[in-house]
């Protein structure tokens, strides 16, 4: 008999899940053991059974990969080969641009609680009242319909709901990681080794 996990500590012993994303991936049905779903986090398996995070295979000790990827607008899914790594942070269907994927489970939960710069390009339904003031958000207005907004620790979804005229954001920027200009919508690449240097300096500075 091999050494026995509960399947969330399986998950978090890898480094790509924090317990608490863990737990919730098992309970939202995005892991099977042996082609199976298990819903219950404290379920037992052993190094002998394969473990799958929707579609792809979770071992102790994976290579951890860090990914920029450029999300199209109107689409959910990310190509086949990156849906084993987890974004730092998703864009509503609407939106494009740029993502941040990896399993790396130390900087996902350090981009959690760090206060973090987001920059968009917003198209706009109207526009924003000038006098609009708010201690997360900053606006540069380049025409009546269009602005670029930067924002500090604050989620896609939370941003819409403080302006509700915004009607599609394109996400240019992830302090420090900029869209690459030669990305193109759909593709993406694998972050070089002073941009995970520097990202890792935003949030995690004690890693230096």
């Given at each position: 008999m091999g050494k026995k996990y509960k399947l969330f500590k399986f998950l978090q012993e890898s480094g790509y899940f924090s317990r608490r994303s863990a737990i919730r991936a098992i309970k939202y049905g995005l892991v099977k053991v042996n082609k199976k779903v298990?819903?219950?986090?404290?379920?037992?398996?052993?190094?002998?059974?394969?473990?799958?995070?929707?579609?792809?295979?979770?071992?102790l000790n994976m290579p951890i990969e860090y990914v920029i990827y450029y999300k199209p607008a109107n689409s959910t899914y990310f190509p086949k080969e990156l849906r084993h790594l987890i974004p730092l942070e998703n864009l509503p269907k609407p939106d494009e641009g740029l993502i941040i994927l990896t399993n790396d489970g130390e900087l996902h939960r350090a981009y959690n609680t760090r206060f973090v710069k987001n920059k968009y390009i917003a198209e706009l339904s109207i526009p924003i009242d000038e006098n609009f003031e708010h201690q997360n958000i900053k606006i540069s207005l380049i025409s009546r319909e269009k602005a670029i907004i930067t924002t500090i620790k604050l989620k896609v979804n939370k941003l819409k709901k403080i302006l509700p005229t915004i009607k599609k954001l394109k996400r240019i920027e992830t302090e420090p990681i900029v869209l690459p200009k030669n990305l193109k919508?759909?593709?993406?690449?694998?972050?070089?080794?002073?941009?995970?240097?520097?990202?890792?300096?935003?949030?995690?500075?004690?890693?230096?």
């Open positions: 298990v819903r219950e986090p404290w379920y037992e398996v052993s190094l002998n059974d394969k473990i799958t995070f929707k579609g792809f295979e979770i071992k919508a759909g593709e993406y690449r694998k972050m070089t080794e002073d941009e995970i240097i520097a990202l890792k300096s935003i949030l995690i500075p004690t890693s230096s």
